[in-house]
């Protein structure tokens, strides 16, 4: 059995099922609230969901039983120190952490938030926040969001984060200090001879590690498909054989190093699914070539788009489940690492992410 | 003492109640004084900056009002969502 948890734009659904005889929707919270995110700590089975009010602001909510009559609490400190000149706009991602009750949230101003009382209290990192480069920092066109964290298996130390348009941040020491991993990025939005804090501006889209060697990582930029093999320092384009190297959602086999995910979409101009055809990219070679994976997706006039945080998996190997959901409401998976996919949900709010358990 | 009005979500974090007798010499100080009275409300009306979110009206005695508006004892003020929309 899998769970789903979907943000949309009208609230959170959790849906559980599996592939081959269809998926439930079990519940339905926060109705008519934009979910951003919503995940489970697999250690603890608590759920989060993140919700931006239009009228009442960012908050990260949390319990330990979506499915039942528990309430769900609001989390608190997840806010920016008072009295400064900016306010917090979204929180685009919760990610739970290596060290015994640690989760972290990131959010929009380019800000990272860490619990470690499993997600009932929160406060900002200080490391990233004073960032002396920040005045320099550029938002993308979903806002300055801090939108991917990737934890590393079993050293609560090293975490590497990105923020569009502000780049690649790694620590080695916990979060006290960060330095920026950019080399071999190109930003072909900028022009090639503006100045290094003008092409600091890297508009990373969603960075995934891979769990079994963890110095590697895949990225989806705007405009460019890369790989890193000396974690997050440096990167390789690996984008060539793609219909389009544009688009925001990764992910990969947690049992294979060499395999990563991607959804094209034609352009940044034109945020659609290439020839309105719906195909999931897999690499299982580290990049150096791409097969499409839509047995079963719509196959013609489909102009669909996927955001970000709307692609993720679970298992891993021979039993890799992948899920995807649309801005226009349609949620698909496979249950066989993408040979083959079927509709999970055909009519949801529009999907903002969805997380696999 | 003002009396300040809360609608819709704003009475679950602000113990259910609807009315709320609170003093202050303008708006923003009067919501200050809220929070302090009922912590969990923090974020949900002012921001991190003391600026009323942007869909939230406030109205002083029947006017709209913002965060400067000054309060005098006996003043009526009102949280309304905003109408949003088309």
């Known amino acids: 059995m899998t769970e789903l948890l979907v943000g949309t734009k009208k609230g959170l659904f959790l849906l559980e099922g599996d592939t081959g005889s269809g998926f439930e929707i079990k519940t339905r919270a926060f109705p008519g609230e934009p979910v951003d995110f919503a995940t489970r700590d697999p250690r603890t089975g608590r759920a989060f969901a993140t919700v931006t009010s239009p009228f009442y602001g960012p908050k990260i909510f949390y319990t330990d039983d979506p499915e039942g009559a528990g309430e769900w609490q609001q989390a608190g400190g997840v806010a920016l120190p008072e009295g400064g000149e900016q306010a917090l706009e979204r929180i685009w991602v919760i990610a739970p952490g290596e060290g015994e009750g640690t989760v972290y949230a990131g959010g929009d101003p380019g800000v990272l938030f860490e619990s470690h009382d499993g997600g009932a209290s929160w406060a900002i990192n200080e490391g990233l926040w004073e960032q002396p480069s920040r005045k320099d920092w550029q938002p993308g066109g979903g806002g300055l969001c801090l939108h991917s964290i990737s934890t590393w298996p079993g050293d609560p130390d090293k975490l590497a984060v990105a923020v569009s348009a502000a780049g690649m941040w790694l620590t080695d020491d916990g979060g006290r200090s960060w330095r920026r991993g950019n080399e071999g990025l190109n930003p072909r939005y900028l022009p090639d001879d503006a100045s290094d804090e003008v092409r600091n501006a890297r508009c990373v889209h969603h960075v995934e590690r891979s769990p079994s060697r963890p110095e590697r990582l895949f990225m989806q930029f705007h405009g460019g498909v890369y790989r890193s093999d000396d974690a997050g320092g440096s990167w390789t384009a690996i984008g060539e054989g793609l219909p389009s190297d544009f688009g925001f959602p990764l992910t990969v086999d947690p049992a294979d190093p060499d395999s990563a995910y991607v959804i094209p979409l034609v352009a940044d101009m034109d945020r659609v699914m290439p020839e309105g055809r719906v195909r999931v990219y897999e690499t299982r070679d580290g990049g150096s070539s791409w097969n499409p994976r839509g047995d079963g997706l719509p196959a013609e006039n489909a102009y669909l788009t996927v955001l970000r945080q709307a692609f993720n998996h679970t298992g891993a190997g021979d039993g890799l489940q992948l899920y995807f959901g649309a801005t226009s409401g349609e949620l698909f998976g496979s249950g066989d690492a993408g040979a083959t996919w079927t509709t999970v949900a055909p009519r949801l709010p529009p999907v903002y992410s969805v997380v696999a358990i | ?86």
């Open chain 2, 1 to 86: 003492m003002a009396v300040l009005r809360v609608h819709g979500p704003l009475r679950k974090p602000l113990g259910d109640r609807a009315e709320h007798e609170l003093s202050g010499e303008n708006v923003v100080e009067l919501l200050r004084g809220l929070e302090r009275e009922y912590p969990e409300i923090t974020g949900w009306i002012l921001d991190e900056r003391g600026v009323i979110r942007r869909h939230i009206n406030v109205f002083v005695n029947g006017e709209r009002g913002d965060e400067e508006t000054p309060v005098r004892a006996g003043d009526r003020i009102e949280l309304l969502p905003a109408i949003t929309g088309g």
